[in-house]
């Protein structure tokens, strides 16, 4: 393995050469519907430009309810994401992890390098490392490492090497330590605002009942007006912060570990430039 300081020597930083849109991009999340809460514009902006969509929860979801058990929870959350993802046309896939005992193991990161040679995505967007969940951080450690091994052959040899390394773009969030997160790509979603909306309410055990019940938010009169104020404090707050012309906005930081582009590129194969 090289061990420069030179970054420019790795493979991975090859840049992308095209502006046409990612033809594969796949969103991996922790929990079965992060991948909607983080990048839902993203996903529909792109599947409207032609991507192809694959969504992958690392774990199963079954935490976060306060009657259902873990079994009833994540039969309930998987049939939750399988309608939301019927939405995009999007691939699905939902790990057995239990949600809340995510670890980056060696097993998990075999796991991972499988699934992504088999999707063969040209973008991945994921979790950033320094995040309040211990899933979404155990899913950007597995992701980060798991990406340097999509081109090594003779890891996990059963499933074919990439020819080559996917961007990797990490959701916005604000947490500020050890390092903020720098916005490299933003994205109005103002035109996409009410499709994530259906995309986040076919989660309902989430969005109208484990939310309600744990932020002690009322869902009296219309529970999509209530899904409306609770998700849109979010990329609304990114707008105010990095797109102040628009309303709703996602924001994606472009990882060193993946392939690399100049930004205006990445921006342009997008549609945000
Ligand atoms: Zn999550």
Redesign the pocket.
Known sequence: MPNSDDAKSFSHVESISSIEPFTRILVI???PD?AEFHAGGLMVSQAERGSHIGILSLTDGSAGHQTLDRSELAERRRSEAEQAAAYLNAELTIWDQPDGELAPTIDLRKRLVRDIRSFAPELIVTHRPYDY?P??RATAILVQDACYLLRVPNVESQVPVLEVDPVVLCMADFFTRPISFRADVVLPIEPFFETVLDLLSCHASQVFEWLPFITGESLSGDPRRWLESFYGRRPAAIARRYAPQGRYAEAFELSEYGRQSPLELLRQKLGTA
Do not use: K, L, Y
Request: aromatic fraction near 0%.
């Open positions: 999340g922790a929990h992060d969940h899933d979404h």
